[in-house]
């Protein structure tokens, strides 16, 4: 399972999941895994992440390391209202967990 690969936690039977499409047309999506999050800033933020043309195998080097990963997990942190949230990209998958 790509959850327990990556060490995600499993996606909540209650989470949110909005589909999208890159400017390359490719499928992406957005996984409230909080279910917490209003729809308008989930869409707002799927939106905003393929303008941004994040939804795309990277390829990361770790710290002071010689290998590049490809695909490996993006993170950060992201506002939507009043609440703070990580976000996990993964290819062409984003997910919102609780920070």
């Known amino acids: ?20 499409q890159t400017k390359r047309g490719k499928p992406c999506r957005l996984i409230d895994n909080t279910a917490s999050v209003e729809r308008v800033h989930l869409q707002q933020l799927l939106e905003d992440l393929i ?12 710290a002071g390391g010689n290998a590049i990963q490809i695909g490996a997990p993006q993170s950060a942190h992201v506002q939507l209202g009043e609440d703070l949230y990580r976000l996990i ?3 062409y998958e984003a997910r919102l967990e609780v920070f």
């Open 51 to 62: 303008d941004q043309d994040q939804f795309q195998p990277l390829g990361l080097s770790s």
């Open 89 to 91: 990209i993964i290819g």
């Open 1 to 20: 399972m790509a959850e327990e690969q990556e060490g995600l936690p499993p996606v909540h039977p209650h989470a949110q999941i909005l589909e999208g």
